[in-house]
């Protein structure tokens, strides 16, 4: 029974290998795949104002400077010009402003250094800097028409009339050492420097004619 049974499972086993090999020998053989990595080529890299070759490559390429332009000899004339010009207009600025009116000449009214000039809007006179007590002189001869503290933003006050035309201010002084009606000479003192209304000590001096502040460094002669 054994015998007859083993003939059968390798008879069996004959069947399946003859089925397989047939089988095999019948099929296509499948397509072999291709494992190999592809090759990258990768683009170009474009970076504003600079341009690279290729990801691989170290070489860049920078543009060139802009080269100047040469300066040519008709603009560097017109340079020398206006250069040369600018010294006479000061010339003429300067020579304007000593002959404001050569028939009114006036003395400076102190010998304190000048902490801020005439500019016609918020400041119509020159302010000395000097210390309290200071000599004030009248800048030339006249008659006091004003010595008080009456005039709001003056402090102390002195106003000499010289003509018909014009009058000297002095103001912020300490002490008003004359009064109205008094007859004053040239370089004369008739006041002590102070900061009466004001925040330091000075004179505020103010030129006018017809009731107009002016500047009065065309008018100095000393």
Known sequence: MRLKFSKIIL????????????????????????QSTPVNNSKPVVIPNWSVVNSDS????????????????????????SSSEKPATKAADATAAVVADPGFRIG???SAPVGESFNGSSNKGVDYAGKMGDPVNAAADGKVIFSGNSLRSYGNLVIVKHNNSYITIYAHNSKNLVKEGDTVKRGQKI????????????????????SKPIDPLGYFDN
Do not use: W, Y
């Open 11 to 34: 008879v069996l086993t004959s069947f399946s290998i003859t089925v397989l090999i047939t089988a095999c020998g019948s099929t296509t053989p499948a397509p072999i795949k291709d």
């Open 58 to 81: 170290k070489s860049t390429s920078v543009p060139a400077p802009a080269k100047a332009k040469p300066t040519t000899p008709q603009t560097k004339a017109t340079t020398e010009k």
């Open 108 to 110: 400076k009214p102190s």
């Open 191 to 210: 006041a002590e420097m102070g900061n009466t209304e004001s925040e330091s000590v000075k004179l505020h001096f103010e030129l006018r004619k017809d």
